[in-house]
């Protein structure tokens, strides 16, 4: 069964890093959405991707954060300089067509910034 | 304001027992879904019930929706061990399009021995 392939699974790394989450959907998706999760909090929305460029982008996606779908398959969150606050648990998902529908989501990649 | 609200917070039962769960939402929707979240897994899409749909069943599963209320329940009948997680309740607005979903505040169901 075709699967959202998320790496890495736990990252760990210093304020003021970089970070970049790799994300594979599933490959006949057309719709790319980035997710967090804050430990034991609701599951946030950051940005959605469509057509090669930002559909739709929350708050929290500031100048700190990009996206980009380099290739046909991956599809990659990078945090330019960490915060502690941006330790949580990040989710890809994607979707096949249309406005709405069934998201497909991957593991997550669990970020820890010391 | 929460655009996803459910509640209760925290169920425990005992397996056999049914589990309801209720999520409140704000806005207009194009749609609802319902998640399930195994502790530190990624979330996996249980059912959708469209705006103009008032009940839809999927196995064990049985979601209601009430648009005038902006109100949802999702009932598990017969659970089990097993159906231990988080359950959040999802809507999908009607703009925008890549429309996000937005998730509720979540469930944490126990279903004990």
């Known amino acids: 069964e075709p699967e959202v392939t998320q790496t890495p699974s736990h990252q760990v790394t210093q304020m003021g890093q970089e970070v970049i989450l790799r994300c594979v959907p599933i490959?006949?998706?057309?719709?790319f959405y980035w997710y967090r999760q804050i430990l034991g909090q609701k599951v946030e929305f950051l940005v959605s991707?469509?057509?090669?460029?930002?559909?739709?982008k929350s708050e929290i996606f500031d100048d700190q954060f990009s996206v980009e779908r380099p290739d046909g398959s991956n599809f990659t969150l990078k945090i330019r300089s960490t915060k502690l606050e941006d330790s949580a648990m990040y989710f890809c998902?994607?979707?096949?067509?249309?406005?709405?529908?069934?998201?497909?989501f991957g593991e997550g990649s669990r970020l820890t910034v010391l | 304001s929460q655009q996803g609200e459910e509640d209760p917070q925290a169920l425990s039962i005992q397996e056999g027992e049914n589990a309801t769960m209720n999520c409140s939402y704000k806005?207009?929707?194009?749609?609802l879904q319902w998640y399930r979240q195994n502790s530190g897994r990624g979330l996996v899409h249980l059912i959708l019930?469209?705006?103009?749909?008032r009940e839809k069943h999927s196995g064990r599963l049985r979601v209601t929706l009430d648009t005038s209320k902006k109100s949802s329940s999702l009932l598990i009948t017969a659970s089990r061990a097993a159906d231990t997680a988080s359950y959040f309740c999802?809507?999908?607005?009607?703009?925008?399009?890549?429309?996000?979903?937005?998730f509720g505040t979540g469930t944490r169901l126990q279903v004990t021995l």
């Open positions: 998902a994607s979707r096949t067509s249309g406005k709405s529908g069934e998201l497909f």
């Open positions: 806005t207009s929707i194009n749609n």
């Open positions: 490959s006949n998706h057309l719709y």
């Open positions: 019930i469209r705006s103009n749909e």
């Open positions: 999802a809507t999908a607005l009607n703009t925008g399009t890549a429309s996000k979903l937005t």
């Open positions: 991707f469509y057509n090669n460029e930002i559909s739709e």
